[in-house]
C-alpha cells in the first residue's frame, strides 16, 4: 500500500511538472514571436520614414516619378576612337560610363528590398519593393521635351544637358558653368581659336580656317596631327566647360577634380530640381556619388523642402568616393524664365 501512495504521487508531481513546462513553454514562444513582430514594425516603420524622409528631400509628389537626365554627346562620322585607339567610323548619341554608373545608384536609392530579408543572403534578400518609377534618359535637345510635372536630376555641363542649360538660364541657379565660346572677344569668322599662350609668335587658326580644318578630318582628308598646337599655342573650343562660376566665391573654379550638387526649389510649380556637374566627368561623377551617398545629412541639415541649397566638392584625385565640401550655400529664392535658346540639329 505504501508503494502504491509513493507511485501514485510520483505521476501527480510528473503530470503538474508537466503542466507547468508546458506553461512555461507556451509564454517563452508566445514572447519570441512579440519580439519578433515588434522588431518587424520596427523595421517597417523605419523604412516608411526613411521613405517619408526620402520623397521629402528630393520633391517626390503623388506623380512618384523620377527622371535622371544624362549628358547627350553626339559623335560625327570618324569622330570616335576604338579601344584600339584607332579612329572608327561610329556616328550617333552615347552617353558617358561615369554618369550612367553615379545614375544607377540613385535607382538603388530609390528601389530597396524587403525588410525582415535585407541583410540575409537567401533569394528573398533579391525581391525589391520600388515605389518610385525612375527614368535615366539622354538630353532631350528641345527644352519642350524636359519633363514638366516631376522632379529631375541634370547631370553634367549645359554643354551636353539641354535640362541643365534650363536651370542656368530659366531657374538662374547660382553655380554655372563658363562655357569656351563665352571666352572668345567676338563672334567674327576671323575670331582666332588659337592663341600664342605668351609674347612669342605663333601660328594662329581664324574660325573659318578652323571649321574647315574639322570638317575635312570628319571627311578622313586630314587628321588631328594637323592641328595638335605648338607648344606656345593653345586651342580654344567653343562649347566645352572651362570653368565653374559660384555666387558668393570670388575667383572661377577651373580645378578639374571640383564638382557641385545644388537643389533649387520652383515653389511656383512645387517641383525640386537637382543640378549636379563638374568640369569633366570625373567631377560630375564624384558630385553624383556624393549626392547619392550623403543625401541623410543633407535632409538633416536641409530639412526644410522648400529650401534651395547648393554645396561645392573638392574630390581626391583618382577617387571620386571621397569629397570635401568646399563652400555651401542655402535659403536663396529663384526666379523664373519661361524660353531659352535650343541648339538646332547638327550643332555641337
Same mark, same amino acid.
Given at each position: ?55 521629402? %528631400? ?32 561610329? #556616328? ?49 535637345? *528641345?527644352? *519642350? ?51 600664342? #599662350?605668351?609674347?612669342? &609668335? ?13 570638317? &575635312? ?19 580654344? #573650343? ?8 559660384? &555666387? ?11 564638382? %557641385? ?7 511656383? #510649380?512645387?517641383?525640386?530640381? %537637382? ?17 547619392? *551617398? ?6 538633416? *541639415? ?6 534651395? %541649397? ?39
Amino acid at each position: 500500500m505504501p508503494y502504491i501512495v509513493f507511485i501514485g504521487l510520483l505521476i501527480w508531481c510528473f503530470v503538474v511538472l508537466v503542466q507547468n513546462l508546458k506553461s512555461v513553454a507556451v509564454n517563452i514562444v508566445s514572447d519570441f514571436w512579440f519580439v519578433v513582430f515588434g522588431i518587424i514594425i520596427a523595421g517597417l516603420y523605419y523604412h516608411l520614414s526613411q521613405r517619408t524622409r526620402l520623397w521629402k %528631400f528630393f520633391g517626390i509628389s503623388s506623380s512618384q516619378r523620377f527622371v535622371i537626365y544624362l549628358s547627350r554627346i553626339r559623335v560625327r562620322l570618324r569622330g570616335a576612337i576604338g579601344i584600339d585607339n584607332k579612329n572608327r567610323r561610329y #556616328q550617333g548619341n552615347t552617353i558617358t560610363l561615369g554618369e550612367i554608373k553615379s545614375a544607377n545608384e540613385f535607382r538603388r536609392i530609390f528601389n530597396y528590398p524587403l525588410p525582415a530579408f535585407s541583410d540575409n543572403p537567401d533569394p528573398l534578400s533579391k525581391f525589391l519593393i520600388s515605389d518610385i518609377e525612375v527614368q535615366i534618359l539622354p538630353s532631350p535637345l *528641345k527644352q *519642350k521635351d524636359i519633363e514638366k510635372t516631376s522632379p529631375f536630376i541634370a547631370l553634367g555641363s549645359p554643354a551636353y544637358n539641354i535640362a541643365s542649360t534650363y536651370i542656368e538660364k530659366c531657374l538662374h541657379s547660382q553655380v554655372k558653368f563658363r562655357l569656351g565660346r563665352e571666352t572668345l572677344p567676338s563672334e567674327s569668322p576671323n575670331t582666332p581659336i588659337i592663341r600664342p #599662350q605668351s609674347d612669342t &609668335s605663333g601660328e594662329v587658326f581664324a574660325r573659318e580656317d578652323w571649321l574647315s580644318l574639322t570638317n &575635312s578630318i570628319s571627311e578622313g582628308t586630314a587628321s588631328i596631327a594637323d592641328i595638335s598646337p605648338e607648344p606656345n599655342r593653345t586651342i580654344i #573650343q567653343p562649347d566645352i566647360a572651362t570653368a565653374i562660376i559660384v &555666387s558668393g566665391l570670388p575667383d572661377p573654379i577651373t580645378d578639374l577634380n571640383y564638382g %557641385f550638387i545644388e537643389r533649387i526649389v520652383d515653389h511656383e #510649380q512645387n517641383r525640386c530640381y %537637382f543640378y549636379v556637374a563638374g568640369i569633366t566627368e570625373f567631377g560630375t561623377s564624384g558630385a553624383a556619388y556624393y549626392l547619392a *551617398k550623403h543625401w541623410k545629412e543633407l535632409s538633416e *541639415k536641409y530639412d526644410d523642402p522648400y529650401q534651395s %541649397f547648393f554645396r561645392v566638392l573638392r574630390l581626391t584625385p583618382d577617387d571620386h568616393t571621397n569629397a570635401q565640401v568646399i563652400f555651401e550655400n542655402s535659403g536663396y529664392g529663384i526666379h523664373r524664365e519661361e524660353q531659352i535658346e535650343t541648339p538646332q540639329q547638327g550643332e555641337d
